[in-house]
């Protein structure tokens, strides 16, 4: 990965913090920094999918009122979420489960999981994961 030219101090500070790599951009056409998920057209409404990056796990998912983003690492103790057809998440490390949104329905864990930022760059779909955003904004699509 590269680094993106229109990141700022505070994001490389973010990012030698939390141990992230710098963001990818999704093309030469795309002026966007985030991680390129893959086309927009590959979440059609009702899809739950965990996508792997080299920069962590994220949950995309599609919903009647759009696209968004959350964790696929569990916060109780950061283990891998695995996510169902449904959206139900569960972390086989210590049983945490999660709802389609990331709530937690059953514990340990305590707290949600934290929603990223998602937004078009031509036909494909990026993910900011240095943008938290609340748990109920969407992406219309």
């Given at each position: 990965m590269t680094r993106c030219r229109s990141c700022t101090r505070r994001t490389a500070l973010a990012l030698a913090v939390t141990g992230l790599a710098w963001p990818a951009v999704a093309s030469a056409k795309c002026t966007e920094k985030g991680l390129d998920v893959g086309p927009l057209k590959a979440w059609p409404k009702g899809t739950f999918r965990l996508v792997e990056t080299d920069v962590g796990r994220f949950v995309v998912a599609h919903d009647e009122r759009g696209l968004y983003c959350y964790s696929g690492m569990c916060t109780h103790m950061g283990g891998a979420i695995v996510v169902d057809a449904q959206g139900t998440g569960l972390c086989p490390a210590h049983q945490s489960m999660f709802g389609p949104n990331g709530e937690v329905t059953r514990g340990p864990a305590?707290?949600?999981?934290?929603?990223?930022?998602?937004?078009?760059?031509?036909?494909?779909?990026?993910?900011?994961?240095?943008?938290?955003v609340a748990p109920d904004v969407r992406m219309p699509v």
């Open positions: 305590t707290r949600p999981l934290p929603h990223f930022a998602v937004k078009p760059c031509g036909e494909r779909l990026l993910v900011d994961p240095l943008t938290i």
